[in-house]
């Protein structure tokens, strides 16, 4: 019989996906965390303000601080899932810039006006270039960037409260 | 005790399952002699099987809903999913609300379609009977022993708490009850389609005769699928006050894959049914749109996804569910390809004609459904090796689905303007013509006075081209060639006119939706348009189970008021939630929509988003068309398999006894 390809296909394709699938579901803890870019100068840009389209915002105009750069967007699951943490970061007076990715500005509104707003500025990357010039795969991803601008820490995925108090809070405590 | 006689009448039912698993002994039988005495036990035992099983699951989840009823806080489900203090409809739909309640949900609506098939109304030789119904047992027992072994909705808690922890505030909306009993039937009702195939595939009858038995089984799952995908966007639409209805979340997608795949099916069977043709690519679809429901299941309840619908997750409950997902789709693509290929195509056709269209139609939507489940699987993978948690969100799909989709419209307006077997390109063109000009000139008038994006313009066109083209069609039908329009057309059209109806407002709220959110006090305006809204007045409000506020808003168009809108705030105590409801007046041209944000509550100013969405009405007249023409297609197909005698004597053997 010819083409016995084209009927075993299927159940090809399917073994692969569930052999995926429960790798998955084996490894539903993150191992590894990129650690390019660490210790690097942050890359620089220059974007538009979610709240005042006219006004561009570099990284310099934060210059002396240190500083937390999250990369979201209204689109995003994961970013709802760690949008109390960054509201609770932003109680205790932590700046954050949101950088919203590939996001309609008035969805990124009403993401913020809805959920709550925890950035200092928010900015729009329309295009992407930016998060890209992150080396971002994936949002949401969280930048730590000290005082003269280099990142010290970058953790991809959503936050979550060990990466806060053992991590972030520490790093931002040292920075000061 | 109670809750003790649910459980016992859930493992009698997975006993009847696996009576009705042993079905499959009989295809031995089969082929040789059918009248034997081993054949007649099984034609009995397992119908009887499958009546007692659904008896008895029918018992066990009336059982869950009267706990749910009286709020048996002794049962944990109950205390983690219910509270007295909810309305009684809520404390009934709380029963299926979350992970145990809505797996035995399933399972009771899967032996619903078993029983059905049992039944003698439903005209199959008993042979083939036997062996689909086995196969539904086998599938059954699978999930039965899955409910029992981890996700158990009589398990007992000691001590009992004092009260319960209710029901997710999101999900206390009257449509919101109803939407996964709909999904869910739509979901089960492919199963129909999956055993068949079985049963086609172990006795080598795929032919013209079982595309016939099989046709009213996929056309209600599919109208149950419609609906379903239908209300839970609505729900959303007006429930999480985000003016959207659509979010490609992955539960959603979840049930687009089987409406794509089941919509193809249903074309790839009408090829089967009328020329002999497209078996082996139509026992796949048949195969692949219940593996897809499925794989729905397993991802939301794995918890592999993150979503609004994922309920309590638990790793081993995934592991679970995959090996499940693994016998059943491993083992049915196992035997097509073993069995695949084996049937014999008595099918002739030119490159141009009705059968191509239909095979492009059904490549292009398996394309489309290999876009969305790619969208919906890559964060999952990627979690799992890169440990990224990432998000494929609208940016994706509208690079992806929506280029496939724009000329699979086309397609589907040419289609039925093509003769089976050959046809004639030049011809189909010249037919379509002034069709096709008519559509260009109205998109083009209409983005000339409200621009909008070329995507948008694009898809308006295609909505626009499908409408006119089932009008022309019917026109053409009725008046040039005096032929009388079989009710199978009738349910071609409607189906077509809807998806027309729907895709137009697709592109229309896509195009021209506005909005505008402003803090405002009472006596404040914000004006959008023609529209304003003016606060008036503040009332609390106090529900069964939440407190909230009401607020009035004027509505006026240019000066005269048109209405009055009432969005709501609630605040459910023992879940300490938000949950905001849409006021919304809706008209043919436009949906005037406000919602309160959730900052500012108890401030004497509330931040108010109004939105006008364009033809949302439309929108959902367009599913119900698309739902109604499929409920005509299955009168359609009942009434055909009246009028048709069985060539399979089935008769024969009861007459024997």
Known sequence: MKNRLFFVLPLLIFSILALYLGYALLQQQPIKQPQEMVGAKAPNFSLPSLYDQDKLVKLQDFAGQPLVVNFFASWCAPCRQEHPLLMALHRRNIPIIGIAYRDKPENTRQFLESLGNPYIETLQDNNGRTTISFGISGIPETFFIDGNGQIIFRYAGPLNDAIIRDKIIPLLNENR | ?657
């Open chain 2, 1 to 657: 005790m109670i809750a003790e006689l649910g459980q016992f009448f859930l493992i009698m039912s997975l006993a009847m399952a696996i009576v009705q698993a042993g079905g499959f002994l009989r295809i031995a039988q089969a082929n040789k002699e059918e009248n034997n005495l081993w054949s007649l036990a099984f034609n009995h035992m397992v119908p009887w099987a499958v009546r007692l099983h659904f008896l008895f699951l029918g018992l066990s989840f009336g059982i869950l809903i009267y706990l749910h009823i009286i709020t048996d806080l002794s049962v944990l489900n109950v205390a983690d999913n219910s509270s007295a203090e909810q309305p009684l409809f809520f404390r009934i739909s709380g029963a299926w609300g979350n992970h145990e309640g809505s797996l035995l949900l399933w399972i009771f609506l899967f032996s619903l379609f078993s029983f059905t098939i049992s039944l003698k109304i439903v005209r199959l030789p008993e042979y083939f009977r036997i062996t689909t119904l086995a196969c539904q047992g086998l599938i059954a027992a699978f999930f039965l022993i899955f409910i029992i072994l981890s996700s158990n909705p009589f398990e007992r808690l000691s001590p009992p708490p004092f009260q319960g922890a209710a029901l997710n505030p999101l999900l206390q909306d009257p449509a919101l009850a109803l939407h996964p009993p709909t999904l869910y039937m739509g979901y089960v009702g492919f199963s129909i389609a999956f055993s068949f195939a079985i049963a086609g595939m172990l006795h080598q009858k795929i032919d013209r005769e079982w595309a016939n038995w099989l046709r009213p089984w996929v056309l209600i799952s599919w109208v149950f699928l419609t609906v379903g995908i239908g209300a839970g966007s609505h729900w959303a639409y007006y429930e999480l006050g985000w003016g959207g209805w659509w979010f490609w979340d992955a539960v959603e997608n979840a049930s687009l894959l089987p409406w794509l795949t089941g919509t193809a099916l249903i074309h790839s069977l009408r090829v089967l049914a009328k020329r002999d043709g497209f078996k082996n690519w139509t026992v796949l679809l048949a195969i692949t749109s219940f593996s897809l429901c499925l794989l729905g299941t397993f991802l939301v309840r794995s918890g592999l996804v993150i979503s609004v619908h994922s309920f309590a997750t638990d790793p081993w409950r995934g592991i679970f569910i995959l090996v499940i997902l693994g016998l059943t789709i491993g083992g049915a693509f196992t035997i097509f390809a073993k069995y695949g290929g084996g049937f014999f195509n008595n099918i002739y056709f030119n490159s141009v004609s009705r059968e191509t269209g239909i095979l492009f139609n059904n490549l292009l939507l398996l394309t489309a459904m290999g876009t969305v489940l790619i969208g919906t699987l890559y964060p999952v993978i990627l979690e799992a090796i890169g440990a990224r948690t990432v998000a494929v969100g609208p940016p994706y799909y509208d690079q992806t689905f929506v280029p496939i989709f724009i000329p699979l419209l086309i397609l589907m307006a040419f289609i039925p303007f093509i003769p089976w077997r050959a046809g004639h390109w030049l011809k189909t063109i010249k037919n379509l013509m002034p069709v096709c000009a008519i559509s260009l000139i109205i998109s083009f008038i209409i983005f000339w006075l409200k621009p909008g994006s070329i995507i948008s313009i694009l898809t308006f066109t295609g909505g626009i081209l499908i409408v006119l083209s089932a009008l022309w069609w019917l026109g053409m039908r009725l008046i040039k060639d005096f032929v009388s329009i079989t009710l199978n057309e009738y349910a071609m059209i409607l189906a077509h006119i809807g998806l027309g109806i729907t895709v137009i407002s697709m592109a229309g709220h896509a195009a021209w939706k506005s909005e505008i959110v402003e803090t405002l006090s009472i006596g404040d305006q914000l004006s959008l348009g023609n529209y304003r809204l003016v606060v008036e007045e503040e009332k609390d409000i106090k529900g069964p189970n939440f407190t909230g506020e009401k607020i009035t808003l004027g509505l006026f168009q240019g000066t005269q008021k048109i209405a009055n809108l009432y969005p709501e705030k609630r605040y459910f105590p023992s879940q300490q939630m938000f949950t905001a409801e849409a006021a919304i007046f809706a008209t043919l041209r436009y949906d005037l929509y406000a919602a309160i944000a959730q900052e500012n509550f108890n401030h004497p100013s509330w931040k108010i988003w109004f939105y006008i969405n364009p033809l949302m009405t439309w929108l959902w007249l367009g599913v119900v068309l698309m739902a109604i023409g499929g409920l005509v297609g299955l009168i359609a197909s009942i009434k055909h398999l009246r009028h048709t005698p069985s060539a399979t004597p089935s008769v024969i053997e009861t007459k024997a006894l």
